[in-house]
T-cell receptor
């Protein structure tokens, strides 16, 4: 059973702090990893994609991938109230030409002013 | 450029009626996905189209659900004899797709999915 697991939260952090979101997955041959943000009542939007082990930084966001330990995380530095949303982790489990992503249930983040 | 569009944005229907939901993917994207999201829940995969290949229908919850994609572009999700439990937001997403991935030598953005705004379906 291919699975992607996230802590549902809610994760509550004060404004200006670092928010750390974690995701573990069950399949060792996954190649593509994504973090999406979903505001209440809106559709998911891409925050970061990562394909190689290590860190990838984009502004206040850093994605960290460790394939050996099968986890991917998202760090949000200098958290803002506007970062309050549900963060979805998605993993591409390769199966031939199938490019179907497996989605976690999401972690709810609340940034308190 | 234009993103993924969906119509209608809202649909209210009576139990037992058929509904059609439309998705127009990003131009040039060969892969198209339909998801369902009930209130406060995660994304539920429904169906996936990749180019001219047979669609992956493994997520369709019953035979009342069907989808087609004409000309490799626009897709229609049809729900027959709607039930109250069908009430949800139906999301469509598209990605560049597998053909370009082979040319690129691996996934480097070709499997990134971009979502439309969704259709909120309410079955009374």
């Amino acid at each position: 059973q291919k699975e992607v697991e996230q802590n549902s939260g809610p994760l509550s952090v004060p404004e200006g702090a670092i928010a750390s979101l974690n995701c573990t997955y069950s399949d060792r041959v996954s190649q593509s990893f994504f973090w999406y943000r979903q505001y209440s009542g809106k559709s998911p939007e891409l925050i970061m994609s990562i394909y190689s082990n290590g860190d990838k930084e984009d502004g206040r966001f850093t994605a960290q991938l460790n394939k050996a330990s099968q986890y991917v995380s998202l760090l949000i530095r200098d958290s803002q109230p506007s970062d309050s949303a549900t963060y979805l982790c998605a993993v591409n489990f390769r199966a031939g030409n199938n490019r179907k992503l497996i989605w976690g249930l999401g972690t709810s983040l609340a940034v308190n002013p | 450029g234009a993103g993924v569009s969906q119509s209608p944005s809202n649909k209210v229907t009576e139990k037992g009626k058929d509904v059609e939901l439309r998705c127009d993917p990003i131009s040039g994207h060969t892969a198209l996905y339909w998801y369902r999201q009930s209130l406060g829940q995660g994304l539920e995969f429904l169906i996936y189209f990749q180019g001219n290949s047979a669609p992956d229908k493994s997520g369709l919850p019953s035979d009342r659900f069907s989808a087609e994609r004409t000309g490799g572009s626009v897709s229609t999700l049809t729900i027959q004899r709607t039930q109250q439990e069908d009430s949800a937001v139906y999301l469509c997403a598209s990605s560049l797709g597998g053909e370009l991935e082979r040319l690129a030598g691996g996934p480097r953005g070709t499997d990134t999915q971009y979502f439309g705004p969704g259709t909120r379906l309410t079955v009374l």
